[in-house]
């Protein structure tokens, strides 16, 4: 399964990276959204998405309605240590499969990423 994980902080980027590789994901990181769109519009289309809410370059759901546009089958989870009520009942109406706390459980991510993708089979 191809996953992109898009976050600015390294170490998180690494641990969900390495997370994810041991299990057999083949994944792509992004450190802000400029990447993230570059990777995108490069290929390979992701099966899934883990995006930070808040980038250096973005801090709004503009990213969001984008990626949705550009990668209309990818399942994206968003990630958000920051957020109100309304930022995110937004995203989730703009096709977000689910939005998830910061830190994030290593733990539960191998379970998140394969129910996302399922998701996109029914």
């Known amino acids: ?5 898009v976050d600015d902080e ?5 641990s969900m990276a390495e997370t994810l590789a041991q299990v057999g994901h083949s994944v792509t ?7 993230a769109l570059e990777r995108l519009s490069k290929g390979p289309t992701p099966d899934v998405i883990l995006l930070d809410f808040r980038l250096p370059d ?6 969001l309605e984008t990626i949705r546009r ?3 089958t990818s399942r994206i989870v968003m990630m958000t240590a920051y957020g109100s009520q309304e930022v995110l009942d937004n995203a989730v109406r703009l096709g977000v499969f689910r939005v ?9 991510l191998d379970l998140l990423v394969k129910a996302a993708f399922d998701s996109r089979l029914h």
């Open 100 to 108: 998830i706390t910061k830190p994030v459980e290593m733990g539960e």
């Open 29 to 35: 990181e992004a450190h802000d959204a400029q990447e």
């Open 58 to 63: 973005s801090c709004d759901l503009r990213l």
């Open 1 to 5: 399964m191809q996953v992109l994980i």
């Open 10 to 14: 390294p170490l998180i980027r690494w």
């Open 70 to 72: 550009m990668v209309p």
